[in-house]
Structures are given as structure tokens and as C-alpha cells.
């Protein structure tokens, strides 16, 4: 468990819509109590599709509380780009982590467990889980 710090979550996606739609499902699934930081960082600056760094490094350090941030990505160059960002290593807060889960299901973990007050690891790993979900 933390000390009482959130992990925040960065939702990437390559649309500005599907991205804060994933947000606002995560968020209203994990229900009341503790709020968790979530970002939506979708699409380019000039509303376009796409995945833009500045957008990604700004939602980073927005839900920032100290507790370490997961960054969820939808498809391949949302990836890319925050790998880009992480290499670089002064433009994503420390402690933040790239978490190689899907990325609705993911998501919805990541913020259950963050509200919960678990700590990074727990996050990814929960979030990473969400790969074993069976629909039938």
C-alpha cells in the first residue's frame, strides 16, 4: 500500500475521444470514495488523430501525487512515443511506467486498484492481469 499517495493513471490513446471516454468509464467504475488522478492524453494538439508527446508529458505530470504514474497506451505509436519520452528521461515525472495492458480493461483496473490506495507495482500488475479476461 502507499503512504497515503495516489498512483496516477495517463490514458494514451491516438483519439482525444476514445481517450477521455476510457477515463470517464474507469473513474465511474472504481466508483466513490478516494479519487484517483486520471489523465486522458488522446490525440494531437490540433485535434487530430494521433499521439502527441507534449500532451502525454503534460497529463503525466498533472496526476502526479508522488506515488508513481501508469501510463496506458492503445495502439503501436502511442507506445513508441512514450518510450521516446521515457528514454529521454527528464520529460515524464519519476516513478512513471509504461504498462503493457489492454487498454479499456486495463484501465479500469489500474484506477480500482489506485483507488484503493495500492502502490505502482500493484497498479501495473492488476492492469496487466486484465490480459487473462475471459468473455465466454
Do not use: N, Q
Request: zero cysteines; charged letters at 15%; hydrophobic letters at 55%.
Amino acid at each position: 500500500m502507499s503512504d497515503g499517495k495516489l498512483v496516477g493513471i495517463v490514458l494514451v490513446s491516438h483519439s482525444a475521444e476514445v481517450a477521455a471516454s476510457v477515463a470517464e468509464l474507469a473513474k465511474g467504475l472504481a466508483g466513490g470514495g478516494t479519487e484517483v488522478p486520471v489523465a486522458a492524453a488522446g490525440g494531437t494538439e490540433g485535434g487530430g488523430l494521433g499521439t502527441s508527446a507534449e500532451l502525454i508529458a503534460g497529463a503525466a505530470a498533472a496526476v502526479d501525487r508522488g506515488a508513481g504514474v501508469a501510463v496506458l497506451t492503445d495502439l503501436g505509436s502511442a507506445v513508441l512515443t512514450v518510450k521516446a519520452l521515457l528514454a529521454e528521461g527528464d520529460e515524464l515525472p519519476a516513478g512513471t511506467r509504461l504498462v503493457d495492458a489492454p487498454f479499456v480493461e486495463g484501465a479500469v483496473a489500474a484506477v480500482v486498484t489506485a483507488a484503493a490506495g495500492a502502490d505502482l507495482a500493484a497498479v501495473e500488475a492488476a492492469a496487466a492481469e486484465a490480459y487473462t479476461y475471459r468473455k465466454v
